[in-house]
């Protein structure tokens, strides 16, 4: 994959000078913020999931390492 460098000129985005693409080509376009624009770290999944973190009883052990044998039958690991 190769990164191109432009600007959105009049809500279009125009590469910077040299580059060129063939008509038709597919692109994703990924915004480049300044410093100020970052999003501030959220909460930690743990965090985010605290209030149902243990809420079940009674599991095994190694419910989370085994899960598809518990759930689906499948062979131990």
């Given amino acids: 994959m190769m990164a191109y460098r432009g ?3 009049n ?4 590469f910077e000078q040299g580059t ?3 008509e038709g080509t ?7 913020l300044s410093a100020a624009e970052t999003p ?3 909460p930690t999944l743990a965090e985010q999931f605290a209030d149902v973190i243990g ?3 009674d ?5 989370a390492a ?12």
Avoid: N
């Fill in 7 to 9: 600007r959105v000129k």
């Fill in 11 to 14: 809500g279009v985005v125009v």
């Fill in 20 to 22: 060129s693409l063939p």
């Fill in 26 to 32: 597919l692109v994703r376009i990924e915004a480049a």
């Fill in 40 to 42: 501030t770290e959220g």
């Fill in 55 to 57: 809420a079940v009883p």
């Fill in 59 to 63: 599991l095994p052990p190694d419910m």
């Fill in 66 to 77: 085994q899960h598809d044998h518990y759930l689906h039958a499948a062979p131990k690991r």
